[in-house]
C-alpha cells in the first residue's frame, strides 16, 4: 500500500477511466510539480499559461507526445495546482501515449484504486471505489448510502454512546451492524448458490430455467455434468451466481470420481445449497441424512411434471418444506427464487440504512464489539474511530 506521505513528494499519473475504447478518456496528473510538468506538453489554443488559469477552468488546446511528436487535441482541466485533468481520445494508444509522456517526465503511474488509498483510507472512499464493482442497481444504492456517509454516521453515533460510557445502547448498535455483514459482503461479490443432487435429477435444466437462458449444456443420460459450470445473475437485485456440479452417485470413472470431489468442496465454499432430487424417485434416509449434513439449503424436488408414483403405487413422502418445480414447464421457478432471496438476505436494509460493506468494517466491528463486552469503552472508541 501506498503511503500518504508519497503523495505530497511524488508527482503521479491516473487513469481514471476504464479500460478499453471509449469516446474521451481522463487522466489525472498529481503532485507537487503537476502543473508544471503538464505545461511542458500542453499547449493551449488560446496561448494561456496553465499555471495562470483559474481552478475549475477548462482549456482546449494540443498535447505533444515525446515519443513520436505528433500533436493530438485535448482539454486540461486544473483542479487546483496540484491536480490536474487531461480529457484526450478514448482510444487505448491516446491515453497510453500520455501515460508514458508523464512518465519519462517523471511521475509514477498508478492505478484509480491505489490512488484512493493515497487519500486515506475513510469509508466514503471505501464506497467509492466498491461502486465500480457493484453488479446491480440494488447494491449500487446501498453502496451509494455508505458513500454519502450513511455507515460513517451509524459509527459515530456507537462513538457518542461510548463516550458517554453507554454500553448497552452502544452493544446494541454495534449488534445491528454486525448483523448486516453478510449482506455488505456480497455487495460487490455475489452469494454462491450450489446445484447438488444425483446425476439426472434435472440440476443443468434448473439452471437454465432460474437463469432464464440455456447456459448449461443438457443430456438425457446420466453422468455428464463432470466439472462445475456457473451462471451470474441477479435475484430481486441481489447478485448471485448459480453452480450446476457433477452428480453424486457410485462410480469407477476416475474422471467423474475427481468431479464428485469438487462438487463436495465446492459445497463447502457456498452461501446456500439446492438440493435437488428427481419427483419419480423414493425419499430414502440416505436423502434425508444428506439434507441434514448440509447448513444451509432447500430442498428442491424438480420434475413434478412426470408421473409420481412408480408401477408398485408408491408415492415419495416428500419433506414438508420442500419447493417442487418443473424446469420444463417452468412450475415453481418463482417459489424457489422467492426462497433462494429470502434466505440469502432475510431482513433487507432499508433506504438510507448503514451497512458495513469492507473488511476492515467487519473487523473493527468484532473488535468493538468484545472491547465492549469487556467494559473497555477506550478500546472500542480506538478501533471505531478508524472508520469515522
Known amino acids: 500500500m501506498l503511503g500518504t506521505s508519497d503523495a505530497q513528494s511524488v508527482c503521479h499519473v491516473v487513469q481514471l477511466s476504464p479500460e478499453g475504447r471509449g ?18 506538453y500542453f499547449n493551449a489554443n488560446s496561448g494561456s499559461q496553465l499555471d495562470k488559469t483559474l481552478p475549475g477552468q477548462l482549456v482546449f488546446g494540443n498535447w505533444q507526445h515525446t515519443a513520436d511528436r505528433l500533436q493530438e487535441e485535448v482539454v486540461v482541466f486544473r483542479r487546483q495546482d496540484q491536480e490536474i485533468e487531461i480529457h484526450c481520445h478514448g482510444g487505448p494508444k491516446a491515453t497510453e501515449s500520455i501515460c508514458q509522456t508523464m512518465q519519462s517526465a517523471g511521475c509514477q503511474l498508478i492505478s484509480w484504486r491505489q490512488w484512493l488509498e493515497l487519500t486515506g483510507q475513510s469509508t ?69 448458490v450450489v446445484l447438488v443432487g444425483q446425476t439426472n435429477v434435472g440440476k443443468s435444466s434448473l439452471v437454465n430455467a432460474l437463469v432464464g437462458f440455456p447456459r448449461s449444456i443438457v443430456y438425457d443420460r446420466p453422468g455428464t455434468t463432470r466439472d462445475a459450470l456457473t451462471a451470474v445473475t441477479a435475484m430481486a437485485g441481489w447478485p448471485l451466481e448459480l453452480i450446476d456440479t457433477a452428480g453424486l452417485r457410485e462410480t469407477k470413472d476416475p474422471i467423474e470420481v475427481a468431479g464428485i470431489q469438487r462438487t463436495r468442496e ?33 430442498v428442491v424436488i424438480n420434475k413434478i411434471d412426470l408421473p409420481d408414483e ?16 418443473s424446469a420444463k414447464l417452468g412450475t415453481g421457478i418463482d417459489q424457489l427464487v422467492q426462497q433462494i432471496t429470502e434466505r440469502l438476505v432475510k431482513e433487507p436494509p432499508a433506504v438510507g440504512a448503514a451497512v458495513p460493506f469492507h473488511e476492515s468494517h467487519f473487523v473493527a466491528l468484532r473488535k468493538a464489539a468484545a472491547a465492549v463486552d469487556l467494559g473497555d469503552c477506550f478500546q472500542a472508541e480506538r478501533v471505531l474511530s478508524l472508520l469515522s
Open 23 to 40: 469516446a474521451i478518456a481522463s487522466i489525472l496528473v498529481s503532485g507537487p510539480q503537476a502543473t508544471e510538468l503538464v505545461a511542458r
Open 124 to 192: 466514503q472512499l471505501q464506497a467509492r471505489a466498491a461502486l465500480a464493482d457493484a453488479c446491480t442497481e440494488r447494491t449500487s444504492r446501498i453502496l451509494l448510502d455508505q458513500y454519502n456517509g450513511a455507515l460513517a454516521a451509524a459509527v459515530s453515533n456507537i462513538l457518542n454512546e461510548l463516550r458517554s460510557e453507554n454500553l448497552d445502547k452502544a452493544r446494541k448498535k454495534i449488534g445491528d451492524l454486525l448483523k448486516r455483514v453478510e449482506l455488505g459482503r456480497h455487495l460487490v461479490c455475489p452469494w454462491r
Open 266 to 298: 465446492t459445497i463447502e465454499t457456498a452461501d446456500l445449497v439446492l438440493a435437488v432430487f428427481d419427483a419419480t424417485s423414493r425419499w430414502s434416509d440416505e436423502n434425508k441424512a444428506f439434507v441434514e449434513s448440509l447448513e444451509r439449503s432447500i
Open 310 to 325: 412408480d408401477d408398485t403405487g408408491y408415492r415419495p413422502r416428500w419433506p414438508l418444506n420442500a419447493i417442487f418445480t
